[in-house]
């Protein structure tokens, strides 16, 4: 048995210091505030902009002097070497990678996103725990078949990198919270070497590791091209029985190295160091092992490392030099960092060195997973890895002219890929930000479920119904998803719309006018002393529900005698449009007496819609809605100049919801009551004024039953509340306004409406409409 000998310095010894290398629940009243399943990271760009100038957290960074020796020493050109403007600096590798806005965020609980709760595992050549960047941090070890943990350089500088303390001593890692799960291999035999390695990886995963990080290769290196070739010539039916001829070990030590970390994969995710070579002109074949192994394509994070020239001011990336082996066919799983640094030697508990290398990158991208991890713990581990891939910075030139390619991740979200540098440099604002904007899912898993976009806000004020939804979801953690899967949540009241608007009509104005033009056609040829008839069936335009259904032009009016001093209305509208067909109409017997008109009417509507509205949404959006209703007028003719009618109606609702709605309406009861004052003859022989107000059709009796997504597991499934609520519990519907119609010039007929719809919150919807319409 026989191993090529590990190296576990990938690092380049530098200056001074590195030495080696969807179930639901029922509930029917709103509940206390409650801490949400998952936690929405908050950003603060104030707070972000002052922490990246705390010492300890760019300490880790070189000066820019610092740097230039370094890439003196690597044969690269010095920073900015192509922007000679003022303003271009070299990079600090958290402030790149936009780490201060994680450190700075806020969650639910109020805690920052800093790694608490988290477990990172590290396999390495051996760490000096006893350093002060570890003073106090819980610390998992596995020794195996090792007689100790061994104590090396490496190792304590990539574990600093990953999780070092926030103390104002020394550096701090990227997951400064988090808990460290510790293995050496340096003191290790190579006959026990696979095995060791399989059961560090093992032991991490049944302690909850979130992301290993793995900052080693062999020694003797392979471009994954070559791999790929030489393990397709060899005939092996497995990468496991290939493995043996030329790096030693058997076939069955292999496959259980490679289960392991599909072990591990099932809870957390396996990040590599790329080779430092970047003469072997593709990404490491180890490094990048789901090529060779497929089944742990997914939850895989391949970590190359450049230098990188900024602006100083913006940040943006302006110019970089790849100083590893590029991410080549591992590019749709491999990211770029910044991996020259400052970090603690195992010379001493408080000493430092500078070092670059891929090794360094590596526990960069780790303790972000580990911050993903906890800002999102209900994310699978290959959604985290998804996370980070897909929200990299790829926005400067020669990641441009490197593009080779495009992955897709999700239905929207496409990024190009480079061939040197992966999918880019990672970003952490961008990480913890909702990417391609918030939905609210339907259906019982992430990746199937239909979803409505929140981006002007979910409509909670449908006609009739009104604000009861708004009401019953205040205090209520709703969840919402991104393109990615990535679970936010926010506060009902906070999700549905304020905004209000007369059964969602753009000018409830031009509406009324246009229906008091139908109506009045119907009476005019009633003696004037009758035309108080008008004034008591006028009433019904305003608020009657059967008239709120459809904004639609084609509107008609009938008057027929039946007797002495009464009569038979027949009244209707109609509306076919893409938004969907609507009816409404009213029967109506109206009688005159010498002091009092009466209308007693029967109307009802139906519309392809929600009562007429065209809102889409979970909530409001519907394959149909009816009403009937009977109504009263009464008119007194003669209150001075002015006749003063009084309506009410009260009447039966009915919603078919769409499959997959959010909310089912039970049968309810809906009233309105409304007064309007006319007068004739007000300026001239021929003009009518109307003034109105009262309330518009709500809900007076009945309950609705809404499902809330309120969580979703790693396995994709999402949890719904059903919640029970009153239709009564709503703000109260108001309108008022004035009508004046009279005849202009030349036998044009002016009519003007003033409509102010509002509510009991304070919201309003005021619309004004004129018109003229000739005789012929």
């Known amino acids: 048995m026989r ?58 960074g070189l000066s820019l002097l610092e740097e230039n020796t370094v890439r003196q020493q690597l044969g690269v050109a010095p920073a900015c070497a192509n922007y000679v403007a003022a303003n271009c600096t070299n990079s600090s590798p958290y402030v790149l990678q ?69 103390d104002g001593r020394g ?117 990048a092992l789901p090529l060779f192994v497929p089944e742990l394509q997914g939850a895989w994070i391949v970590a190359a490392n ?15 030099d790849l100083i590893s082996a590029p991410c080549g066919s591992a590019a749709s799983f491999c990211l770029t960092a910044n991996g020259t640094v400052h970090a603690p030697t195992a010379s001493s508990d408080t000493s430092y060195g500078t070092m670059t290398g891929t090794s360094f990158a590596a526990p960069q991208i780790s303790g972000q997973i580990a911050l993903l991890a906890q800002a999102f713990p209900q994310l699978a581990p290959q959604e985290l890895t998804t996370r980070l891939l897909a929200t990299a910075q790829n926005d400067w030139s020669a990641f441009q002219q490197s593009v080779s390619g495009s992955v897709q991740f999700g239905a929207n979200v496409s990024r190009p890929i480079s061939s040197l540098y992966g999918l880019g440099v990672p970003d952490m604002a961008a990480a913890l930000a909702p990417v391609g904007g918030l939905a609210v899912a339907t259906g019982h898993h992430v990746a199937t ?28 953690a709703v969840m919402l998803l991104d393109q990615l899967g990535g679970d936010f949540y926010v506060k009902g009241e906070e999700l549905t719309t304020t905004a209000h608007a007369s059964h969602f009509q753009a000018n409830p104005s031009e509406a009324l006018a246009s229906s008091m033009e139908a109506l ?3 009476f005019s040829q009633v003696d004037s002393e009758m035309r108080v008839l008008e004034d008591t069936a006028t009433a019904k335009l305003f608020f009657s529900q059967a008239h709120q259904n459809v904004d639609g032009a084609t509107r008609f009016s009938s008057l027929m005698p039946i007797s002495e001093n009464k009569f038979f209305q027949y009244s209707g509208q109609m509306e076919k449009n893409p938004q969907g067909d609507a009816i409404s109409f009213s029967m109506s017997r109206l009688t005159n007496h010498e002091a009092l ?12 819609s929600f009562f007429g509205s065209v809102a889409n949404g979970p909530f409001v959006a519907a394959l149909g809605s009816s009403n009937v209703a009977s ?15 009084g309506f009410a109606e009260v009447g039966v609702g009915d919603v078919d919801t769409r499959e997959g709605n959010l909310i089912t309406y039970d049968p309810f009861m809906h009233g309105s009551i409304g007064f309007s004052a006319s007068r004739r003859q007000l300026l001239n022989d021929d003009d009518r004024i109307t003034l109105y107000g009262g309330v518009l059709p709500t809900a007076i009796a009945g309950s609705a039953t809404a499902r809330v997504p309120t969580s979703r597991s790693q396995d994709g499934l999402i949890t719904f509340e059903q919640v029970r609520f009153d239709l009564r519990e709503t703000d109260m519907p108001m309108r008022a306004g004035l009508s004046y119609t009279t005849k202009a010039f030349s036998d044009f007929d002016l009519t003007t409406n003033l409509n102010s719809d509002f509510w009991a919150s304070g919201a309003h919807n005021t619309s004004f409409a004129i018109g003229l319409k000739k005789q012929f």
Request: charged share 15%; glycine share 10%.
């Open 3 to 60: 191993y090529s000998l590990l190296s576990g310095a990938v690092c380049i010894a530098v200056l001074s210091g590195c030495e080696g290398g969807g179930s639901e629940t029922v509930s029917s009243a709103p509940p206390d505030p409650q801490p949400t399943p998952s936690e929405y990271p908050i950003l603060n760009p104030e707070a972000a902009a002052r922490y990246k100038s705390n010492a300890e957290f760019t300490a880790v």
């Open 98 to 166: 936009n780490i201060h806005f994680a450190h700075t965020a806020t969650l639910a609980h109020g805690k920052s996103v800093r790694g608490d709760g988290q477990l990172i595992a590290v396999v390495d050549d051996g760490f000096r725990i006893s350093h002060q960047e570890f003073a106090n941090k819980e610390i998992r070890t596995y020794l195996g078949s090792a007689p100790s943990l061994q104590v090396e350089q490496h190792g304590t500088s990539v574990a600093a990198i990953a999780a070092a303390n926030t």
């Open 171 to 287: 550096i701090m890692g990227v997951a400064p919270n988090s808990a460290l799960h510790l293995t050496s291999f340096g003191n290790v035999s190579s006959s026990n070497l696979l095995s060791h390695l399989t059961g560090a990886t093992l032991d991490a995963s049944a302690n909850g590791a979130k992301v290993q990080n793995n900052s080693w290769g062999w020694a003797s290196k392979v471009a994954a091209s070559d791999e790929q070739a030489a393990y397709q010539a060899s005939g092996a039916s497995t990468y496991a029985n290939y493995l043996p001829s030329r790096l030693g070990g058997s076939s069955g030590q292999w496959a259980d190295l490679f289960a392991s970390y599909r072990t591990f994969q099932q809870n957390g995710v396996v990040v590599f160091a790329n080779a430092n070579e970047e003469s072997l002109g593709d990404v490491d074949a180890w490094a």
């Open 306 to 320: 450049a230098l990188f020239s900024v602006d100083r001011d913006s940040g943006k990336i302006l110019d970089s």
């Open 449 to 476: 479920s239909p979803r409505h976009s929140v981006g002007g806000g979910l409509q909670g004020t449908a006609p009739i119904v009104g604000t009861s939804l708004k009401r019953a979801l205040a205090g209520r």
């Open 520 to 522: 009045s056609f119907g």
């Open 597 to 608: 008109s009466v209308e007693f009417t029967l109307s009802g509507g139906y519309a392809n």
């Open 631 to 645: 109504a009263i007028g009464l008119t007194f003719p003669s209150v001075g100049d002015w006749s003063v009618t």
